[in-house]
């Protein structure tokens, strides 16, 4: 019910744009999370946006550098991404739910993508 896609390979300080986009589900109802998970690490939480405009909730370490945004028209989800670093290199996922007061939590999204692979060469 969410397709995830945009990645790619990039080189370092390159942008790439995510798009999630969601079926099966009143999208305007959910809350959209982002995450990335690198080879043996664990799922980072990377920014919440709230339902319709709402409040935009981002990790620190990408704070700056990446912007969430969605369209509730299209049922789409965005994540921009800017001055790419190889650290930033993992498969990068949407998810539908979560929560203002603890965006981070990953057992509170009810709804995920399957992930789009986004490689940053230096």
């Known amino acids: 019910q969410l397709q995830a896609s945009g990645g790619g390979l990039v080189q370092v300080g390159g942008s790439l744009r995510l798009s999630c986009a969601a079926s099966?589900?009143?999208?305007?109802?959910?809350?959209m999370g982002w995450f990335r998970q690198a080879p043996g690490k664990e799922r980072e939480f990377l920014a919440r946006?709230?339902?319709?405009?709402?409040?935009?909730t981002y990790a620190d370490s990408v704070k700056g550098r990446f912007t969430a945004s969605r369209d509730n028209a299209k049922s789409t989800a965005y994540l921009r991404m800017d001055s790419l670093q190889p650290e930033d290199t993992a498969v990068y996922y949407c998810?539908?739910?979560?929560?203002?007061?603890?965006?981070?939590?990953?057992?509170?999204?009810?709804?995920w993508g399957q992930g789009t692979l986004v490689t940053v060469s230096s």
């Open positions: 998810a539908a739910g979560g929560n203002y007061w603890s965006p981070a939590q990953i057992h509170e999204y009810t709804y």
């Open positions: 946006l709230g339902r319709g405009r709402g409040v935009i």
């Open positions: 099966g589900l009143t999208f305007s109802d959910f809350g």
